[in-house]
């Protein structure tokens, strides 16, 4: 089937859709594969959680800065070959990390897995815009959105079992194993999705698209609050464990389980969206998220039971997703001709603050302490919702056709 023929009975929405989510997923199964195990990676190598969150720290630097290279790459060379090398890089670099002998050279694997990461998830993005029009862009980019969740629900919660079982080498050489099978499932079914590859551009053009993308005033505000998300929500991430085992909670599975709550309410977004955007519309979507992410940090502050705090990140995952999918529309309506790169810079500010966020959750926690640190981030992000609400309009790109 070609592809204005390849059509699902969800919304009347590009089969290949389910190719993308499916790299989606694999991408995602190790994004956040050691934050569960990270105690443990600290006393096999000696080092303190706050150093060990480097890991995620550096995973998230790398992915960020390559995605000028990654957006720039796929529109000169095709998005869906990029994907799959990328994919088959993330499985190697972390049966590399499991076989790794010292810190240094598992900090190295992860500078690859973070490369390998970083040219799926923003290319599934701008495959899935180019497939679907902007009046079914938000519906498409949750189903996306659904494939990435799910890896990180079950990433996050299997690194705990395995975690318990065969240590956090375990957790990458399974991890890396399955990401690499996935990559060749993958690049099969784009075969058989038969997805219509647009023409390639060339160097001027993508001059050109950065010049658009910068005109629009919405890539300002846009980048500004992706970089503020990644740093006040995701940075908690690779301290969510040690919280617990600060409550007596030492299970890996337990952490695992809790972070992949975040997971459970992304899925629970790609459920609700298609009812929430008429009822709440994009501007009270942006309110309404920030501002349930932020009583969850507040709840999660007073450190409540393992199973509080499990559904404190489900409702986190949730309205982070409310609020981040109307991002990720403005963004992918930033150029036409270079959606690719307006979506990878995109992923570049939302992974650089996922880059800061542990850093600065690192120093707040010692020198403020756990309370005022999360505090002070849950009242950041009821402030960006508003800034966000406020200053986001829907504008046509410059270079669309009219």
């Not at 006393?43 to 060990?52: K, L, M, N, P, R």
């Not at 897995?113 to 079914?136: C, Q, Y």
């Not at 810079?345 to 309370?371: D, E, I, N, R």
Request: glycine share 12%; with cysteine; net charge positive.
């Amino acid at each position: 089937m070609q592809q204005g023929e390849a059509r699902s009975h969800d919304h009347g929405l590009p089969t290949a859709l389910y190719v993308i989510s499916g790299a989606s997923f694999a991408a995602a199964l190790s994004a956040r594969a050691l934050d569960p195990v990270l105690p443990h990676v600290a006393e096999d190598f000696g080092v303190s959680i706050a150093t060990a969150a480097g890991f995620a720290a550096v995973f998230a630097f790398t992915f960020s800065i390559i995605q000028p290279i990654v957006g720039a790459a796929a529109d000169l060379f095709g998005k869906t070959r990029l994907m799959i090398g990328c994919l088959a890089l993330l499985g190697l670099a972390n049966i590399l990390g499991a076989l790794s002998s010292s810190f240094s050279v598992l900090f190295a694997t992860r500078i690859l897995a973070g490369i390998g990461s970083g040219g799926v998830f923003p290319v599934a993005l701008s495959l899935t815009s180019d497939l679907v029009g902007p009046e079914k862009r938000q519906v498409a980019i949750s189903r996306t959105l659904a494939g990435a969740m799910t890896g990180n629900l079950l990433g996050a919660s299997a690194s705990g079992l395995i975690g318990d079982f065969l240590g956090w080498r375990g957790v990458l050489a399974v991890l890396g194993g399955l990401v690499i099978v996935a990559s060749i499932a993958v690049a099969a079914g784009f075969r058989g999705a038969k997805v219509k590859h647009p023409p390639k551009t060339s160097l001027s053009a993508l001059k050109a698209g950065y010049r658009t993308i910068f005109t629009n005033p919405n890539a300002y505000v846009c980048y500004s609050a992706v970089f503020v998300e990644g740093c006040c929500v995701l940075g908690l991430f690779p301290y969510i464990a040690s919280f617990l085992f600060e409550l007596g909670q030492t299970s890996l599975s337990i952490a695992g389980i809790v972070i992949a709550g975040f997971a459970v309410g992304g899925l629970f977004y790609t459920l609700t969206v298609s009812r929430l955007l008429p009822w709440l519309g994009m501007k009270g979507m942006m309110i309404a998220g920030m501002t349930l992410v932020a009583s969850q940090l507040v709840a999660v502050a007073f450190g409540p039971r393992w199973e509080v705090q499990a559904l404190n990140l489900i409702v986190m995952g949730w309205g982070f997703y409310i609020a981040h999918g109307c991002l990720q529309v403005f963004a992918s309506e930033l150029s036409v001709e270079a959606r690719a790169t307006a979506l990878s810079l995109h992923s570049f500010f939302f992974f650089m603050g996922q880059t800061v966020g542990p850093l600065a959750y690192g120093f707040g926690l010692q020198h403020a302490g756990k309370m005022p640190t999360l505090f002070a981030s849950a009242a950041i992000m009821v402030v960006l919702g508003c800034v966000c609400a406020r200053l986001l309009k829907q504008r046509a790109p410059a270079d669309a056709r009219v």
